[in-house]
């Protein structure tokens, strides 16, 4: 049990006490926490707001930072030391965290000038009570507003968790690993678009964003969101390195990144997790049907996989040449893995637009598509799920 228990409840106890046996972990957010204290996520979240008035990923922080504090009192190590053992994987936003809790720096508190006492009360009760300052200035704000300025359209109430995922950008010189970064931000965006919490802004939105020169908050007010993901990455033979961050758009300010070097056999174990991770940073609530579907593998092969990836683009083309060229990769996906049920939706879709093109250029066609002599089996279950003007013929 920990000694310098911010909070007086045997709950709280409790949770800082699981914070504290995994604290050198900086992966370790709101999930794993539910997980050890064998509590839904939604649940965890609700308590500890109730009990400390803080979010659970503020909580957490607030346990770390007070352990960092404890551990610069005993002059052991330095202070990038003791950022890694409180779990900050970043020691310059170790100490901006410290700053805005306690008002000093970690140098200060190690050298033993730290300000006057009644300076620091006053700092660190500006800073305990800051959002309920903020909340009275606010309100008076508003009531003024009210009633001395006219009425002006109120901002969407789903702005609090909204979201886009920018295209991510290829760091390779290599040209032709940008469809495999391409993947990884396609897979981010389709996991969250799983959670029914969050709205999430739709490829087509963003996809203008890919070489633009705009700043973030500009392009969230373009979106109408509250966030933005952005990452760049690339493969190196069987190595994946990815650089992402989550951004609040009001403040330009990153909540939440991370850098990543997997294995490529960890492709997926990897996006799972920063779907995790971001959801964490927002607060977001997932309900266990949506976590299964996001930590749902689409396939074993790597290989089906990494065909896949490379007919994204051309299929998201969605021209006559794109789709053709997507076909051919998606039926190479399901070669290598006969089971590759998105390969199969993928290759049913294509076929749609390709139909929606031949109308538009009015060329005669039957109006039954057919796959002629498929290479490929496609099973009971994916056929009874292909639209009825879909007919397999062998």
Excluded: H
Aim: proline share 4%.
């Amino acid at each position: 049990m920990s000694k310098s228990s911010i909070f007086g409840s045997g709950f709280i106890e409790k949770a800082e006490a699981v914070i504290l046996e995994n604290i050198s972990k900086e992966q370790f957010g709101v999930s794993e926490m539910a997980e050890l204290m064998n509590m839904s996520r939604s649940s965890l979240l609700r308590k500890i707001k109730t009990q400390t008035k803080l979010s659970a990923n503020q909580f957490i922080r607030q346990v770390r930072l007070n352990k960092g504090m404890e551990l610069l009192k005993q002059d052991t190590l330095t202070v990038a030391e003791i950022s890694y053992q409180v779990g900050f994987g970043n020691t310059s936003y170790f100490i901006k965290c410290f700053r805005e809790q306690y008002g000093y720096s970690p140098g200060e508190v190690r050298k033993g000038k730290l300000p006057d006492e009644d300076v620091a009360v006053q700092v660190r009760f500006l800073s305990k009570y800051r959002w309920p300052l903020f909340a009275a200035v606010s309100l008076i704000v508003i009531v003024l507003s009210v009633l001395l300025l006219p009425k002006k359209s109120t901002v969407p109430a789903d702005i609090d968790k909204s979201i886009a995922v920018l295209p991510f950008k290829n760091e390779s010189s290599d040209s032709s690993n940008l469809y495999f970064v391409n993947g990884l931000m396609e897979t981010t965006l389709n996991n969250l678009q799983k959670i029914g919490d969050l709205r999430v802004v739709s490829r087509t939105s963003v996809a203008k964003y890919g070489n633009t020169n705009k700043a973030i908050p500009e392009i969230a007010e373009e979106l109408n969101v509250n966030y933005i993901v952005e990452g760049s990455g690339q493969r190196v033979e069987n190595q994946i390195l990815l650089n992402i961050q989550l951004i609040e758009a009001s403040t330009d300010r990153p909540v939440w990144g991370e850098q990543y070097s997997r294995e490529l056999g960890d492709v997926f174990t990897l996006q799972n997790e920063v779907a995790r991770k971001i959801t964490d940073a927002i607060e977001a609530v997932v309900t266990p049907a949506e976590m299964s579907q996001i930590e749902k593998i689409p396939t074993e092969n790597l290989e089906a996989y990494d065909y896949y990836l490379k007919a994204l683009e051309p299929y998201y083309s969605r021209t006559r040449e794109g789709l053709e060229q997507a076909i051919s990769l998606f039926k190479k996906a399901i070669e290598n893995d006969e089971q590759f049920a998105l390969a199969y939706a993928n290759i049913a879709i294509s076929y749609y637009f390709l139909d929606i093109n031949q109308k538009k250029n009015n060329i005669p066609k039957a109006s039954t598509i057919m796959l002629i002599r498929p290479c490929f089996t496609i099973p009971d279950l994916l056929k009874a799920s292909l639209p009825k003007r879909f007919t397999i013929y062998k």
